[in-house]
């Protein structure tokens, strides 16, 4: 006989009541019999909403992404938005990416939602993530939903919620729909629906999110320099196909090469391990096309569009992938370029960042007299940011993984209109003689040569849940004293709310909300950050470095002794 725990007996018994079909309930039972280890994988807990929203692995189980926890978590917001919101006419908007069961989880949602009174508009096929955004401003919803995992593993999908202002949930929404959702049985869900409730969209809300996308992504170019420019596009077999290269179209842009291995939505991915643009191996057939084409620019996003990879030509004419610090670098200044020059700064602007991206942001901000504000991890803090400083104009702001966010027209990180932007700030660099690459260094010259690395630790199940968290433990108990032989000099705790200053012995606080980040800074100006993942089963180790760079003959010496200064600090810290 298999043991199982008592509180876990509890959980698994729950599934096994009238509430559940007779399908779930005979998969559950095999497990109890054949397989205690998954059993417990998918029952422990319940999923969580992350940085993300709710990712998990597709399943059976609390733990899992399935109609009954995508159920609940959708009856308990319509308990929630017809609290918010009584007596009004609530509407939502629904969207899916290309994973395996995103169409069927999407019409699940849309039903819960009608059987509760609530008018749907539910996309008619997949679509970019920043366009869920979009529409739910476009349409006057009161909340959206987008079924995506982004770039995690074929076997994952999510649920990422979307509030009025068109950014995702943040407090005090999170807390109190969460709440709403713990106390709800399972037999409390409404799935039948009513169909008279559910409107189908599509090509006329993707007209005017192009036409947006346009209007905040393009800064006169002109049509030779557009002409000029050669564009390699991969989608990764995701939503970005369904948008991206009608919006290049209709601005201008003609030389579009598209890894046509690649232009198919598909759910397991098959030409990549990851369809993450973070990964070099994600955009190697974009590289290989570039390569034949003699293109200038790679464009890859992830299977929801939010993330935009990008590769240019370095000194050597050779295609180097830009890290997300540096695109968000590149595309920062360009925007302050813009609005100065248009004489748009009047002193009540500002760019957004995180704290765990390149400082060099601030720095940029600085030399424009603009305000440049730093959040937690997450483009839903930036969303934030834009709603409580509504008398503040947003100009853009990004973050290091690969994300980033031109205005306020979408409230999230959005491949779509960035990728746009990346490729107007190229063609008007090789209309000038230049290059992203050269401009790129130009930055450095004037603001300092800023480097950084990420390291990501991968520890799955219960077991690994458990190692993160007792390694978050043991950084707090045990802080760092020194860093490659670099004294530390502060240390930002986002748990505890306080910045410590270990020469002074200072504490202040931190005015952000609470977060499980751990910041070290070191007399030499190195940083070294260290978070778990809210989307993935990863800690993650942000090294920032920087020096000054004289003028760009010095860039590739000086590129050298920084990318060994982050080798040093990675052994120090015993991370390879």
């Given amino acids: 006989?298999?043991?199982?725990?008592?509180?876990?007996?509890?959980?698994?018994?729950?599934?096994?009541?009238?509430?559940?079909?007779?399908?779930?309930?005979?998969?559950?039972?095999?497990?109890?019999?054949?397989?205690?280890?998954?059993?417990?994988?998918?029952?422990?807990?319940?999923?969580?909403?992350?940085?993300?929203?709710?990712?998990?692995?597709?399943?059976?189980?609390?733990?899992?992404?399935?109609?009954?926890?995508?159920?609940?978590?959708?009856?308990?917001?319509?308990?929630?938005?017809?609290?918010?919101f009584p007596g009004e006419k609530i509407k939502v908007v629904i969207a899916f990416d290309c994973r395996h069961n995103s169409k069927t989880l999407a019409k699940?949602?849309?039903?819960?939602?009608?059987?509760?009174?609530?008018?749907?508009?539910?996309?008619?096929?997949?679509?970019?993530?920043?366009?869920?955004?979009?529409?739910?401003?476009?349409?006057?919803?009161?909340?959206?939903?987008?079924?995506?995992?982004?770039?995690?593993?074929?076997?994952?999908?999510?649920?990422?919620?979307?509030?009025?202002?068109?950014?995702?949930?943040?407090?005090?929404?999170?807390?109190?729909?969460?709440?709403?959702?713990?106390?709800?049985?399972?037999?409390?869900?409404?799935?039948?629906?009513?169909?008279?409730?559910?409107?189908?969209?599509?090509?006329?809300?993707?007209?005017?999110?192009?036409?947006?996308?346009?209007?905040?992504?393009?800064f006169d170019t002109s049509a030779e320099a557009k002409d000029n420019l050669e564009i390699v596009f991969t989608s990764l077999?995701?939503?970005?196909?369904?948008?991206?290269?009608?919006?290049?179209?209709?601005?201008?842009?003609?030389?579009?090469?598209?890894?046509?291995?690649?232009?198919?939505?598909?759910?397991?991915?098959?030409?990549?391990?990851?369809?993450?643009?973070?990964e070099p191996e994600a955009l190697?057939?974009?590289?290989?096309?570039?390569?034949?084409?003699?293109a200038d620019i790679v464009i890859g996003t992830?299977?929801?569009?939010?993330?935009?990879?990008?590769?240019?030509?370095?000194?050597?004419?050779?295609?180097?992938?830009?890290?997300?610090?540096?695109?968000?670098?590149?595309?920062t200044d360009f925007l302050l370029k813009q609005w100065k020059k248009n004489n748009k700064l009047k002193g009540?602007?500002?760019?957004?960042?995180?704290?765990?991206?390149?400082?060099?942001?601030a720095a940029l901000a600085k030399s424009y007299a603009t305000d440049c504000k730093i959040v937690l991890t997450g483009f839903k803090w930036i969303a934030k940011l834009i709603k409580d400083y509504s008398n503040l104009d947003f100009i853009g702001g990004g973050e290091e993984s690969f994300g980033y966010m031109v205005g306020d027209f979408v409230r999230d990180k959005d491949a779509n209109t960035s990728s746009l932007l990346a490729i107007e700030i190229a063609a008007q660099a090789k209309a000038n003689g230049s290059s992203l690459y050269k401009e790129l260094i130009k930055l450095y010259v004037a603001h300092g040569l800023y480097k950084e690395h990420l390291i990501s630790i991968t520890k799955k199940g219960i077991e690994g849940a458990q190692e993160i968290k007792q390694m978050m433990i043991d950084a707090r108990e045990n802080p760092l004293t020194t860093v490659n032989g670099s004294k530390v000099v502060k240390i930002e705790d986002y748990q505890l709310s306080i910045t410590k200053d270990l020469n002074s012995g200072a504490e202040t606080s931190i005015d952000v909300p609470k977060s499980n980040v751990l910041i070290y800074y070191t007399e030499d100006g190195s940083k070294i950050a260290l978070r778990p993942s809210g989307t993935e089963p990863k800690i993650k180790f942000y090294i920032s470095v920087n020096t000054p760079l004289e003028h760009a003959a010095a860039y590739t010496t000086k590129q050298k002794e920084l990318a060994s200064k982050i080798e040093a600090i990675i052994k120090d810290l015993k991370l390879n």
């Fill in 237 to 278: 077999h995701g939503t970005s196909i369904t948008i991206f290269p009608e919006t290049l179209e209709r601005a201008g842009y003609k030389n579009v090469h598209i890894v046509e291995e690649q232009r198919e939505p598909n759910g397991d991915f098959p030409t990549v391990k990851s369809p993450n643009p973070e």
């Fill in 348 to 361: 009540n602007e500002f760019v957004a960042t995180t704290i765990v991206s390149t400082p060099m942001v």
């Fill in 108 to 218: 699940v949602v849309a039903d819960v939602f009608s059987a509760n009174n609530i008018e749907v508009f539910l996309f008619e096929d997949l679509r970019p993530t920043p366009e869920l955004s979009f529409a739910l401003k476009h349409l006057n919803c009161h909340c959206g939903i987008v079924l995506t995992a982004s770039h995690n593993p074929p076997e994952y999908n999510g649920y990422k919620v979307y509030w009025q202002d068109g950014g995702q949930l943040v407090p005090p929404q999170d807390a109190e729909i969460i709440d709403t959702i713990n106390n709800l049985d399972y037999a409390e869900i409404k799935f039948k629906a009513n169909e008279d409730l559910i409107q189908y969209i599509g090509k006329e809300v993707d007209d005017v999110f192009i036409d947006a996308s346009i209007k905040n992504g393009t």
């Fill in 302 to 331: 992830d299977p929801d569009a939010d993330r935009l990879g990008v590769a240019v030509r370095d000194l050597d004419g050779k295609m180097i992938i830009l890290n997300g610090n540096q695109t968000m670098v590149l595309m």
């Fill in 284 to 294: 190697k057939m974009a590289l290989e096309l570039a390569e034949k084409t003699n």
């Fill in 1 to 84: 006989m298999i043991h199982i725990e008592p509180e876990l007996l509890k959980r698994v018994n729950s599934w096994l009541t009238p509430a559940f079909d007779g399908e779930t309930q005979t998969y559950i039972k095999d497990l109890i019999a054949t397989n205690p280890k998954e059993l417990k994988e998918s029952f422990y807990k319940d999923l969580e909403f992350g940085t993300g929203g709710m990712r998990g692995v597709m399943g059976i189980g609390t733990n899992r992404i399935n109609k009954f926890t995508l159920g609940r978590n959708t009856q308990g917001i319509s308990n929630y938005l017809h609290q918010s």
